[in-house]
């Protein structure tokens, strides 16, 4: 079976460095807010090209402290997709906002600025921006849509380490962004993880008292926080992990290239390709296909495994059934949710295994 994730394959030398640092910080005594801990966040705000990163227990956290330390919460409005991990639309909950559904581009199935434009109103506070799959698009024309209606811009870069647009690094356009290091994501822990990057050292020092029970000094507690850390040995590992991220996402990329150039069958589409060399680092290749249900199933028999990302939109989910939406409906979500279909595209993968997954899409009658 080709899996739509495999560490088990990952190289052996990963393994025997993830090994050392698991070691290191055993035998240090030291595992929660520690050294590990401050020279990850240090390596991952440069690796953003921010001056400031805040590690939290996951990605989920990353939003809600972020949201809170900009003081968005009670009654204020927050845009965004109904086409994302619900963890997106629960931190907005959770810190106590509003969240409010704009539809989607059908060919990215990304945010669409004009169905955005359409649900801003007098207590819009933040647009929301899911970089979904892994792709970035036209930041310059979401910048300026946020500061002509003097909104903040937030992205969840959960899907998308390292992705850039123009040479700029997800996370560095907006007031912050919120990384997960959830395992199946591009850069994963082996555990939860999480961080918020953000050039403001105000805003990262507000977010690093939010994840710690609001603690300013021992025992002294200004705010009502969480407890939410990334702890030592995450860090560490996220050390070593991520001196293999740009193999890895480079890796990912040619494999969508050849899916890109390979897969030809009418009755399977493939999304918009990415403008810009690093605009898309493929945590997910989705497929879109009137017949999703049978192309997984006969995907299954061939031995190609696939998953949906995802099936239902958050405002089908129960609990946001009434969630405020985009007057105009959020049809494209809609119809996205009904067609597509991830299909592996990991870095462990062969040249064999990009070949045969071409080869059974393309079979597909
Ligand atoms: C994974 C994910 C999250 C949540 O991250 P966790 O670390 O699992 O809390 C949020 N948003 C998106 C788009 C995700 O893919």
Request: aromatic share 6%.
């Amino acid at each position: 079976m080709i899996l739509m994730n495999d560490f088990k394959a990952e190289p052996e030398e990963l393994r025997v460095a993830e090994l050392t640092a698991m070691e290191r910080v055993l035998r240090s005594g030291w595992y929660v807010l520690g050294n590990e801990l401050q020279t990850f966040e240090q390596a991952w705000a440069r690796r953003c090209g921010v001056a400031h990163a805040a590690g939290v227990g996951n990605g989920m956290d990353a939003i809600e402290i972020g949201l809170r330390a900009l003081n968005i919460g009670s009654g204020d409005e927050v845009i965004t997709t109904p086409m994302t991990a619900f963890a997106t639309v629960l931190a907005i909950i959770r810190a106590g906002a509003v969240p409010v559904l704009a539809d989607i581009d059908p060919g990215t199935a990304l945010l669409d600025p004009a169905s955005v434009e359409r649900c801003i109103g007098p207590k819009t506070r933040a647009a929301l921006l899911v970089h979904l799959y892994g792709q970035v698009r036209a930041m310059e024309s979401w910048t300026a849509l946020c500061e002509r209606h003097g909104i903040a811009l937030i992205e969840d870069c959960a899907q998308a380490h390292l992705a850039q647009w123009d040479e700029k690094m997800a996370g560095s356009f907006g007031s912050f962004g919120a990384y997960s290091f959830y395992p199946t994501k591009n850069l994963g822990a082996l555990g939860d993880g999480g961080a918020l990057v953000c050039n403001d050292a105000e805003l990262a020092q507000r977010a690093a008292v939010l994840r710690n029970y609001g603690q300013s000094v021992r025992y002294h507690h200004p705010t009502l926080g969480l407890n939410s850390r990334l702890d030592e040995l995450q860090a560490a590992l996220l050390l070593t992990r991520l001196e293999w991220l740009e193999g890895f996402t480079a890796r990912r990329c040619q494999i969508a290239r050849t899916y890109h150039a390979g897969i030809a069958n009418s009755a399977v589409r493939l999304l918009s390709r990415p403008i810009q060399a690093r605009s898309h680092v493929y945590h997910l290749f989705v497929v879109l296909s009137q017949e999703r249900d049978r192309l997984a199933h006969h995907l299954k028999e061939k031995g190609v495994q696939t998953l949906v990302h995802y099936p239902v939109p958050v405002h089908g989910q129960p609990p946001c059934k009434e969630l405020q939406r985009d007057p105009s409906g959020l049809r494209a979500a809609e119809q996205h949710a009904a067609q597509c279909l991830s299909i592996p595209c990991h870095p462990q993968m062969s040249d064999a295994d990009v070949t045969k997954v071409i080869d059974s899409i393309n079979a597909f009658k």
